[in-house]
């Protein structure tokens, strides 16, 4: 299982956002691509950076950080925010990015989502950000008609790389992942990866995410805090 040490940006800075509100924001740095570049040293393989001020934009705001930060490391990228079209993952993926992340479009226009993640095979991850099972959109600020579980089920058939999949009342809360969501995720996505996110706050949280069998994990504000050390939640993925 892939750690994926999170870097969400907003005016620049790096912040972490309490339950996807973001008026509950604490910043945890001013040189986002300083921490990217600490990540890197600390022995990360992949880093997900999210554009946060784009995915509340509807188009990508800090696309001259995004590059920065895919230029600092020599490990792969995974980038979302604002991107609802192709346009703006193909300027994604020609910044540096390993991978984009489609999340309101392929909730919106699975058809148009389809055909982005076909012409980037690989390339193209799906985002599922969920509060109480049901899928938001629009930087968490709209609601859609549809569950996670649901639209993981239509996923396999976009041709998507991975489904990350959020529980926004669990993000930056550290009180645990969403386990039986994330598991039923897993369960309706057909085979395609599943990369688990929200809540983690201790090891024994990412020991838990590492026995469902999935892809991966997204850890952000207990990195921050200190809560997790990187070297310590890479070892417990490798000896699971």
Do not use: K, N
């Not at 691509?33 to 946060?52: P, Q």
């Not at 192709?86 to 990015?97: C, D, I, Q, R």
């Not at 983690?200 to 949280?205: R, Y």
Request: charged share 20%; net charge neutral.
């Amino acid at each position: 299982m892939i750690v994926y040490p999170a870097i969400d940006l907003r005016g620049g800075r790096c912040v972490r956002l309490l339950e996807g509100a973001f008026e509950r924001e604490t910043v945890y740095g001013d040189d986002p691509v300083a921490v990217a570049r600490g990540f890197a040293a600390a022995g990360a393989r992949w880093l997900h950076v999210v554009d946060l001020d784009g995915a509340r934009a509807g188009r990508p705001v800090q696309a001259d950080l995004v590059a920065a930060i895919c230029a600092a490391v020599r490990i792969p990228v995974q980038v979302g925010g604002g991107l609802r079209d192709g346009a703006a993952v193909e300027s994604a993926l020609a910044a540096g990015a390993a991978r984009a992340v489609l999340g309101t479009l392929a909730v919106a226009d699975p058809e148009r989502a389809a055909a982005i993640c076909g012409a980037h095979p690989g390339r193209v991850a799906i985002g599922l950000d969920a509060r109480d099972g049901r899928l938001r959109v629009a930087g968490w600020t709209a609601g859609a008609a549809t569950t996670a579980t649901a639209a993981a089920a239509g996923a396999s058939g976009l041709g998507a790389a991975a489904i990350i999949y959020t529980d926004i009342g669990r993000d930056g809360t550290e009180r645990g992942p969403d386990l039986d969501g994330t598991r039923a995720v897993a369960r309706a996505a057909g085979g395609v990866p599943v990369i688990a996110s929200g809540g983690i706050g201790a090891l024994d949280h990412v020991r838990a995410v590492a026995a469902l069998g999935v892809a991966g994990v997204i850890i952000g504000r207990a990195l921050y805090t200190g809560a997790v050390r990187l070297a310590d939640a890479l070892a417990v993925t490798e000896a699971a």
